[in-house]
Nanobody, 125 residues
Framework: QVQLVESGGGLVQTGGSLRLSCAAS????????MGWFRQAPGKEREFVAK????????YYADSVKGRFTISRDNAKNTVYLQMNSLKAEDTAVYYC??????????????????WGQGTQVTVSS
């Protein structure tokens, strides 16, 4: 059974940085693309970033492009989200997700079949 466990969230001031981690188990990690999503209070969950199984391709939401970096370590079965220049509007619960199948990079949220429990990121102004 696939398990995704996020960590690294917390409280940070505007302009600060955080690095989120997501440890995966129960899947052949090196064959799965991975994604990060977030959900702010009262809003729908939205895409943040995704990375191909090899790490060679990355994709970002416009709202985080140039500030966030997604990366992965296939030897550690872990995907990361480095968040710099944080803004108040980045406050949300952040989730990592794995697609329903290997060697597949979803273009919509429904393409992801496995989700972590989320980690809270709060940016104070």
């Amino acid at each position: 059974q696939v398990q995704l466990v996020e960590s690294g969230g917390g409280l940070v001031q505007t302009g600060g940085s955080l690095r989120l981690s997501c440890a995966a188990s129960g899947l052949t990690f090196s064959t799965y693309a991975m994604g990060w999503f977030r959900q702010a209070p009262g809003k729908e969950r939205e895409f943040v970033a995704k990375i191909s199984w090899s790490g060679g391709s990355t994709y970002y939401a416009d709202s985080v492009k140039g500030r966030f970096t997604i990366s992965r370590d296939n030897a550690k079965n872990t995907v990361y989200l480095q968040m710099n220049s944080l803004k108040a509007e980045d406050t949300a619960v952040y989730y990592c997700a794995a697609p329903r199948a290997s060697y597949y990079i979803p273009t919509v949220q429904t393409g992801y079949g496995h989700w972590g429990q989320g980690t809270q990121v709060t940016v104070s102004s």
